[in-house]
Structures are given as C-alpha cells and as structure tokens.
C-alpha cells in the first residue's frame, strides 16, 4: 500500500508544483500530510487479493468539491480549500487500488496510468480471474457474475 499512498500522493503534490505558488517545503509537508491521511484511511480498505474491493472508498475526488483528504493535506500548510480548488483541475478522479494507480482528468478524459505493478499470482489461480479496476470501467466484465441468471422469453 505504500508505493501506491507515495504515487498518488506525490502525483497531486506535482499537479500543485506546476503552479508555482508552493514553496518545496510546503510540498513536502503536504505530500507527507496527504500520505498519512491516505494510509490511515485506507488502513481497513486494501484488499491486495481483490484488488477491486474498496475501490470506490479509495477513490479520490475533485468535482466541484475538494475531495476532504486532499483538503485536510492542504489545511497542514496554510491553503484554504478555494486556494486548493483554484490550483488543481477542476474534475480529477483518481484510482488508488492495489498494484495500480491512475487517474482521469475531465469526466470524458481518458484513463492514464501512473503506477502498475504485477501481483503476486497465488499457485492455485486461473491469469484470467486477475483483472484490474481499471480495466472492468473501461471493458465491463467479460461475464456475467455467477448470481446473475438471464431469462428469455418469447
């Protein structure tokens, strides 16, 4: 959970420095701030054997409103949450799951990638029950779950 607390973190720490009104220090606090903020919340929500579950807890969002972990990182440095809004994008949702970050910036932006990593395959698994987040929003399922039962009539 770690790197992916650090990448999505570190990621809205840089949306921040391209404006250039942070000073680093700030940003270092912020990031730091932002990572705590992020474990202590996710702390019962990281399920690494399915990576799916939680994942829209651990969704992180600004759409017209400050996600409140992002706002609580910029209370630790001095920004208001109107401060905060004006410096990042207006619609940013980002995916903090296992073995995956990425975000989207807009509602009809694409999906970007900003860290993935393999899990671990347990000896008894089946490659294709491994699917990402990410890849059921973009693809659906490929199936329908087992408690699903369709019916035809005529």
């Known amino acids: 959970m770690k790197t992916e607390v650090s990448t999505a973190a570190s990621f809205v720490a840089r949306l921040l420095r391209?404006?250039?009104?942070?000073?680093?220090?700030?940003?270092?606090?912020?990031?730091?701030?932002?990572?705590?903020?992020?474990?202590?919340?996710?702390?019962?929500?990281w399920f690494p054997?399915?990576?799916?579950?939680?994942?829209?807890?651990?969704?992180?969002?600004?759409?017209?409103?400050i996600d409140p972990?992002?706002?609580?990182?910029?209370?630790?440095?001095?920004?208001?949450?109107?401060?905060?809004?004006?410096?990042?994008?207006?619609?940013l949702t980002m995916w903090v799951d296992p073995y995956e970050v990425s975000y989207r910036i807009g509602e009809d932006g694409s999906i970007c990638v900003l860290y993935e990593s393999t899990p671990p395959m347990p000896?008894?698994?089946?490659?294709?029950?491994?699917?990402?987040?990410?890849?059921e929003l973009r693809f659906g399922r490929s199936s329908p779950s087992k408690s699903f039962m369709m019916t035809f009539s005529s």
């Open 18 to 45: 391209a404006t250039g009104y942070l000073s680093e220090d700030q940003l270092k606090e912020f990031t730091h701030s932002l990572e705590e903020a992020l474990g202590e919340h996710y702390q019962y929500h």
């Open 49 to 65: 054997q399915a990576p799916c579950k939680g994942s829209g807890y651990r969704c992180l969002r600004i759409n017209h409103k």
């Open 69 to 91: 972990l992002i706002g609580q990182a910029a209370c630790t440095i001095g920004l208001t949450r109107e401060q905060l809004f004006s410096l990042l994008p207006s619609e």
């Open 123 to 135: 000896t008894n698994a089946n490659t294709t029950d491994m699917v990402s987040c990410k890849e």
